[in-house]
C-alpha cells in the first residue's frame, strides 16, 4: 500500500493514541503510513504503551513531539491536552484497551489521553485489542455499546491467534486496514452528494398501549436507523429522524421527532413525504394494535386475558402507491423463507431497495451493533454483506440510496 491509495488522508490532522497492549507495536506501521500519506500526526502514548514500544520511535517517524504525560515537560504546546484536542480533525485510538475503553466510557480522565479524549470535539474512532475472553466479556461489550451510542466509530478486532496463546476475536486489524479505515472516514465526510436533499429515515420498534401501564411491542432498539441518519447527515442530507422509543442519544445535525405508535409514525412520515427525497423506513413497526384501549389498569383476576387485536395501516404500502419523485427503501427482518419473502416486500410495496436479514443469525438483527443483510434492488440486482458495524452497513445502504437518486435524475434528463 503506497499514499496513492489514500488520497482522503492528504493534508488530515489525525491524533493518534497508543493504549498499552502488545499490538502497540503495528502502530508505528500506521503512524508511517498515515504520514507517507500527507497525514500531520501527533502521537499520545499512555504508560503502559511505553512498556511495548518507545516514544523515541513515533518520534521519528512523524517528526512530531509525542504526548506521554500528563505532567511532562512539552515544547510546542502551553496547555498539550487542550492543545491537542484543538489540533484534532480525527482522534485514533490504537490499540485500545479493555482499561482505556472502560475509561472512555465511564469519563474517567487520569493521564494525557483519556483528558485530551474528554476535550476534544473531534471524532474519536477506536480499535480495540485484546484477550477474546476480555473483549467478549460484559463489561467490554456494555462499554463499547456506550461508546458507540456517544458517536464514537469502532473498528472490529480481527479474528485469528492472539499474543497470548489463544485464538479468537481481539487482533488489532494491520496497519493497512487501520490506514484504510481511516481514509475512508475522510472520504465519506469529504464526500456531500446528498447536500439540498431531504431524507426521513424511521427507527426502533413502535409501541402500542394496552392500558397506561402496559403495551405491544418488540425488541428493535433504533440502532440501526439512527446509524442511517447519521451516515446521511455526514454526507450533506437534511434528515429527519422519525423514532420510536429508544435509549440512544439524537444524532447529530438530524431533526429528531420522537413518536410510540404506529398511527403516530404514520402521522409524522406522511407530514413531510411530499417534500422528501426519500425515506429510508427501518422501523420495526408493530403490526397490530389493541381494538379497546383500557383506561385504567387491568387486573390480574383472571387466570386467562384475552385481547382482540386489529391491523395497524402499513405505512411502507401507503408510501409506495403515494410514491412520486421518492426513493423508498425498507427493510425486511424474517426468520424464514428470507429472500422470497424480502423479493415480495420489495414488489408489493413499490420499493426502489430493500435490506433483508434473518434475526435468529448471531450477531445480526434486534439490539446487535452489527448486522448480516441481503440488499435486493429494484432492477433484480442483490448483494449479501458479511458480518459487519451498524454503522458501516449504514453507509453502504447511503451509498446505494446516493446511486438510485443519480440514476433517477439522468434519466429525467
Known amino acids: 500500500m503506497d499514499a496513492t491509495t489514500l488520497k482522503a488522508l492528504d493534508g488530515r490532522r489525525i491524533v493518534l493514541g497508543v493504549t498499552g497492549g502488545i499490538a502497540a507495536y503495528k502502530v508505528a506501521s500506521l503512524a508511517s503510513l498515515l504520514v507517507k500519506s500527507g497525514a500531520e500526526v501527533r502521537v499520545v502514548m499512555t504508560e503502559a504503551a511505553q512498556e511495548f514500544i518507545s516514544a523515541r520511535t513515533f518520534r521519528e517517524l512523524t517528526g512530531q513531539p509525542v504526548g506521554t504525560a500528563m505532567f511532562g515537560e512539552t515544547s510546542n504546546y502551553r496547555v498539550e491536552h487542550i ?89 488489532l486489524p494491520e496497519p493497512e486496514e487501520l490506514a484504510t479505515a481511516i481514509n475512508d472516514y475522510f472520504a465519506r465526510s469529504n464526500k456531500r452528494e446528498l447536500e439540498g436533499k431531504r431524507i426521513i429515515v424511521t427507527a426502533g420498534g ?115 402507491q403515494k410514491k412520486a419523485r421518492q426513493v423508498l427503501i425498507g427493510f425486511a427482518a424474517e426468520t424464514t423463507n428470507i429472500e422470497e419473502y424480502a423479493a415480495r416486500k420489495l414488489e408489493q410495496k413499490n420499493l426502489d431497495l430493500i435490506v433483508a436479514n434473518d434475526v435468529t443469525v448471531a450477531g445480526a438483527g434486534f439490539n446487535a451493533d452489527t448486522n448480516v443483510v441481503t440488499m435486493m434492488a429494484r432492477d433484480g440486482s442483490r448483494e449479501d454483506f458479511p458480518l459487519m458495524p451498524k454503522s458501516a452497513l449504514a453507509a453502504l445502504i447511503v451509498e446505494r440510496l446516493i446511486n438510485i437518486i443519480r440514476l433517477n435524475e439522468e434519466a429525467e434528463k
Request: hydrophobic residues 45%; charged residues 25%.
Open 83 to 171: 492543545a491537542l484536542a484543538q489540533f484534532a480533525e480525527l482522534v485514533v485510538i490504537a490499540p485500545a484497551t479493555a482499561n482505556f475503553l472502560a475509561k472512555a466510557a465511564h469519563g474517567i480522565a487520569d493521564d494525557l489521553l483519556t483528558t485530551m479524549i474528554l476535550a476534544t470535539k473531534a471524532p474519536i474512532m477506536v480499535a480495540p485489542s485484546m484477550n477474546v475472553n476480555m473483549f467478549e466479556n460484559a463489561a467490554t461489550r456494555e462499554n463499547l455499546s456506550l461508546l458507540r451510542r456517544r458517536g464514537f466509530h469502532v473498528i472490529e478486532p480481527a479474528v485469528g491467534h492472539l499474543a497470548c496463546g489463544t485464538s479468537g476475536r481481539g487482533r
Open 206 to 320: 413502535t409501541i402500542e398501549p394496552v392500558d397506561p401501564v402496559r403495551y405491544i411491542g418488540n425488541r428493535s432498539s433504533g440502532k440501526m436507523g439512527f446509524a442511517l441518519a447519521e451516515a446521511a447527515a455526514r454526507r450533506g442530507a437534511q434528515v429527519l429522524l422519525v423514532t420510536a422509543p429508544s435509549a440512544l442519544a439524537d444524532p447529530r445535525d438530524v431533526e429528531v421527532v420522537r413518536i410510540e405508535t404506529a398511527c403516530q409514525m404514520r402521522e409524522a412520515v406522511l407530514a413531510e413525504y411530499d417534500r422528501c427525497d426519500a425515506v429510508i423506513m427501518s422501523a420495526a413497526v408493530a403490526d397490530y394494535r389493541p381494538k379497546v384501549v383500557a383506561t385504567e389498569k387491568i387486573k390480574k383476576s383472571e387466570p386467562t386475558l384475552t385481547i382482540e387485536l386489529e391491523k395497524n395501516p402499513d405505512i411502507l404500502f401507503e408510501l409506495g
